[in-house]
């Protein structure tokens, strides 16, 4: 019996410590920040708050009655993604992908920190490549065709159409109106190269004092997500979590409210759809 008991309570403490890791970020990131060498990888910041509330004083300050407080600064989780992929039929194109495990989305081009638009919504439903068919197809023809142009395009038979197309309905991915499907996304940007222009050098950061953003994806997810919308010919060699270092700057209002805004402090430009990073 107490052999039993002992086993009982070593399951027991077993699936505590995995329902922590799981459901509580703040609880994963100081077991991470543990057992880490006490560093982490961040973009370098190449614009100080100071400068950034400079430059936009007249946009963030009306008048004298409203006052800056004290900005902060904060660091960001992407997944960096060592990968290669089909270029062309006879050239493999080989780079890096960078994903926010925040937002969920892919970043084009780190200078100007342009995004996709709708791995979010994938990711949600646990999207397949089945259904990426469809995604894809329409995304490549500006998010709408007609199913005639869809079962020409992907060449399947009209069973197996019907069930990727009834797939993508039911998780709302998509919609249906007359003999058209469209993705069910606001200016969706799904159609893109399986590369980030990355020009930025990478920068260690001491743990210590450093705020660091909870995840609200998992590595996993973001590589399943990949696998699914970039089709077979597409490879993950290596993942390394990193940072980008992100400023929240709050104006305080006469009437004592605040408002704050969220700047990007390595192209010192603002994050119009900020993520939840408080």
């Known amino acids: 019996m107490r052999s039993v008991s002992i086993l009982f309570l070593c399951?027991?403490?077993?699936?505590?410590?995995?329902?922590?890791?799981?459901?509580?970020?703040?609880?994963?990131?100081?077991?991470?920040?543990?057992?880490?060498?006490?560093?982490?990888?961040?973009?370098?910041?190449?614009?100080?708050?100071e400068a950034i509330m400079e430059a936009h004083r007249k946009d963030l300050l009306k008048d004298g009655d409203h006052v800056y407080l004290s900005p902060k600064l904060k660091f960001v989780p992407y997944l960096l993604m060592e990968v290669k992929y089909n270029r062309t039929q006879d050239k493999t194109g080989e780079g890096v992908i960078l994903w926010g495990l925040v937002d969920g989305e892919m970043v084009i081009n780190t200078s100007t920190w342009e995004k996709t638009h709708g791995f979010t919504d994938c990711i949600a439903s646990n999207a397949t490549r089945q259904e990426f068919k469809i995604i894809n197809a329409l995304a490549s023809r500006g998010g709408s065709w007609d199913r005639e142009g869809l079962s020409k395009f992907l060449n399947i038979e009209n069973h197996i159409l019907d069930s990727w197309i009834d797939s993508c309905r039911n998780k709302s991915l998509i919609v249906q109106s007359?003999?058209?499907?469209?993705?069910?996304?606001?200016?969706?940007?799904?159609?893109?190269?399986?590369?980030?222009?990355?020009?930025?050098?990478?920068?260690?950061?001491?743990?210590?004092?450093?705020?660091?953003?909870?995840?609200?994806?998992?590595?996993?997810?973001?590589?399943?997500?990949?696998?699914?919308?970039?089709?077979?010919?597409?490879?993950?060699?290596?993942?390394?979590?990193?940072f980008l270092p992100v400023y929240s700057i709050t104006v305080q209002n006469p009437d004592g409210s605040q408002m704050t805004s969220y700047w990007n402090a390595l192209n010192g430009k603002r994050i119009s759809q900020p993520f939840a990073i408080d």
């Open 11 to 49: 399951l027991m403490i077993g699936l505590g410590a995995y329902a922590s890791w799981v459901y509580f970020p703040n609880f994963r990131t100081k077991i991470e920040d543990y057992m880490s060498s006490g560093t982490f990888q961040t973009l370098e910041v190449r614009y100080s708050a």
């Open 178 to 242: 007359g003999n058209n499907y469209r993705l069910h996304l606001q200016n969706p940007k799904l159609q893109v190269i399986p590369e980030t222009r990355l020009e930025q050098w990478l920068v260690t950061k001491a743990t210590k004092k450093a705020v660091r953003v909870n995840k609200k994806y998992r590595t996993s997810q973001i590589e399943y997500i990949a696998r699914a919308a970039f089709g077979n010919d597409f490879a993950i060699r290596k993942t390394t979590e990193i």
